[in-house]
């Protein structure tokens, strides 16, 4: 309802419809009645399942209605973080080496890269010991930080394919091990196309607040629990003390995941910086929170973009893409 505000009191009409478990027939009905303008795509999963997102704006590609955001492609391959990866490799972005997990079956056999090994490394003779590097877990196909807790952070096999096997039986779904990356965690947000596409002031989490020992990750409590010392010690902030450099390689960074992934009208990118300045991208949301105090809207006031004018700019760059001479915006 937020959003629907804030186009309101950017001076355009809306109204909201919802879309509950698979009832896409009702969608279908009412576009084709009433053909939208534009229409506000925040839907990020159907029927509980984050692999339907794509479906909306598959639809409305269909039925050749405007809509904000990136195209069915473009967020099925963000929701594979493997592919989203195959992808920025192939483009020449840096990102951690990683490895899917579909099998947790795999992890006995001694040919995988976290299988049980022979020599003194193997520490008690039952599979443990310490890994090369540090490595971090994530569930494959979820965004939020669904499923991220301090134990994902893994510096030994044993605890490694311990947290694999928990997160496998909860959510059923593969699981990609990632190289960590330990230094600042950057969140880069994108806003407009093509050659037009920006990247808004960097922000980044201040992990300052953190016990000392606790991993310096953005778990789920560390989003969602106000209460949690994760939250607490999670704090996003602008981006100082860092050199031209490492910052307009940030930026570079950033506009080619965005482009190589096919993002569109806005997104957010994050990264981590290695101890020479290098950044790693992580992740990248192509339909990210829009919320009013979540990190988009947050990043754009400071720029003067209150909530209602990125939500508006938003809109104005998607008819852009879609409609060449649309009353409106000949209007604004």
Known sequence: MAVCRAVQDYGLECEPMGLQGIDLGRLLERIQREPPDLVF????SLNGDTRNEMVVPAVLDMLRVP???PGPIAIGTCLDKDRAKQVLIQNGVDTPAHVVVRDLAHLD?????FGPRSGPE???????GKLDHSQFVKLLREDASIGIEASNLCTERDALCRR?????REHRQPILIERYVDGREVNVTVLGNGDEAMVLPLHEIDFGRMPA????VLTYAAKWDEH???YIGTVPVPMVDVSPEVEEAIRRVALSSFHALGLRDYGRVDLRLDSGGRPWVIDVNPNCDLSPDAGLPRTARSIGLDYPKIIGRICELAWKRHVTDHPRTQAR
């Open 41 to 44: 795509n925040l839907c990020e």
């Open 67 to 69: 809509y904000t955001g």
């Open 109 to 113: 056999d001694p040919a995988h890269p």
């Open 122 to 128: 193997r520490g008690d003779g039952a599979g443990a």
């Open 164 to 168: 694999v096997g928990e997160l496998m």
């Open 213 to 216: 020992g606790r991993p310096r």
């Open 228 to 230: 949690h010392v994760d």
